[in-house]
Nanobody, 115 residues
Framework: VQLAESGGGLVQPGGSLRLSCAAS????????MRWIRQAPGKEREFVAL????????TYADSVKDRFTISRDTTKNTVYLQMNSLKPEDTAVYHC?????????WGPGTQVTVSS
């Protein structure tokens, strides 16, 4: 099972980024996918979830109305569209999946919001 994030970088406050997470080694369409983030010196924080069956999404209050999670089952990829970025969004962003026997997280992609 592998997850590989991409799309991070340096962006000014108010800017946008789109993160991607390519999945392999499991049946992508059957599992919920999620994004979390971890800033230096802080605990991991839930960001967003998309369900496998309904496509229903859930967001942390801190990103609601600014971030959008989506998935493309033809590409085994989950996305995180981030708009109106703030300095407090600076963190390493990881995608993850809870499988029956293990929880898998990708290595992450750095997002830095700074002027």
């Amino acid at each position: 099972v592998q997850l590989a994030e991409s799309g991070g970088g340096l962006v000014q406050p108010g800017g946008s980024l789109r993160l991607s997470c390519a999945a392999s080694g499991f049946t992508f369409s059957r599992y919920d996918m999620r994004w979390i983030r971890q800033a230096p010196g802080k605990e991991r924080e839930f960001v967003a979830l998309i369900r496998s069956d309904s496509g229903r999404t859930t967001y942390a209050d801190s990103v609601k109305d600014r971030f959008t999670i989506s998935r493309d089952t033809t590409k085994n990829t989950v996305y995180l569209q981030m708009n109106s970025l703030k300095p407090e969004d600076t963190a390493v962003y990881h995608c993850g999946v809870f499988l029956p026997l293990e929880t898998v997280w990708g290595p992450g992609t750095q997002v830095t919001v700074s002027s």
